[in-house]
């Protein structure tokens, strides 16, 4: 049975800094690994998807990397900015086509 | 394009008593999930239509948790009787087809059971 695990559970930061959020899976067969934002008392935005046969997708500050071997993800944020700060989720996705969810990393970013 | 809109936003019962959300996709998505995202959680999948049938509900609790899309475009989730644990934002996705992606999700109802 697929798990996934995010850690740090939250993470405070002064802005400008850069840094990563860790993601881990425990089943290597995967289709996809995606990222998503959430913002207090909304839904979940889509940030950025790996397809199995990827490493890495960008996206403006954004940089997601992909080791299926290991089970692990890396979410890398350049330049925080306040408007940063959310919940950011990782999912992945087997060959059912459904999405297994982390609990998330809670970002704070102080200005 | 219009997202996927949901109601009520919020809603509060007290436990024993019946609830229903309400979920429209964006327009030409055959696919439609509901999710139930418990504070500090990931969403768990509930249930999950491709067009108007069922493709999965193997966690939905069918003892008291109900859900239909009638004419494969809105849908409704219904709980009844609701429990204590039921208290969490329930969220509703659709995508165009199954697998595909992105899913694009409303912005939820959070309900508090009392």
């Known amino acids: 049975k697929q798990e996934v695990t995010q850690i740090p559970a939250a993470l405070s930061v002064p802005e400008g800094e850069n840094l990563v959020l860790n993601c881990s899976f425990t089943?290597?067969?995967?289709?996809?690994l995606q990222w998503f934002r959430q913002d207090p008392g909304k839904g979940l935005t889509s940030l950025l998807l790996?397809?199995?046969s990827q490493r890495e997708q960008t996206s403006g500050r954004l940089n997601a990397s992909l080791d299926k071997s290991s089970g692990r993800s890396t979410l890398y944020i350049a330049a925080s900015q306040p408007g940063d700060s959310a919940t950011y989720l990782c999912?992945?996705?087997?060959?059912?086509?459904?999405?297994?969810w982390g609990a998330g990393t809670k970002l704070i970013i102080k200005p | 394009e219009a997202g996927v809109a949901q109601s009520p936003r919020y809603k509060i019962i007290e436990k024993r008593q019946s609830v229903a959300f309400w979920c429209n996709p964006i327009s030409g998505h055959a696919t439609l999930y509901w999710y139930q995202q418990i504070l500090g959680q990931g969403p768990k999948l509930l249930i999950q239509f491709q067009n108007n049938g069922v493709v999965d509900d193997s966690q939905l609790p069918k003892d008291r948790f109900s859900a239909e899309r009638l004419k494969g475009v809105d849908s409704t989730l219904k709980i009844q009787p609701a429990k204590l644990e039921d208290s969490a934002v329930y969220l509703c996705a659709s995508s165009l087809g199954p697998g595909t992606q992105p899913q694009h999700f409303g912005d939820g109802t959070r309900l508090s059971i009392l």
């Open positions: 790996i397809q199995s």
């Open positions: 089943d290597s067969a995967i289709y996809n």
């Open positions: 999912a992945v996705m087997g060959s059912n086509y459904q999405l297994i």
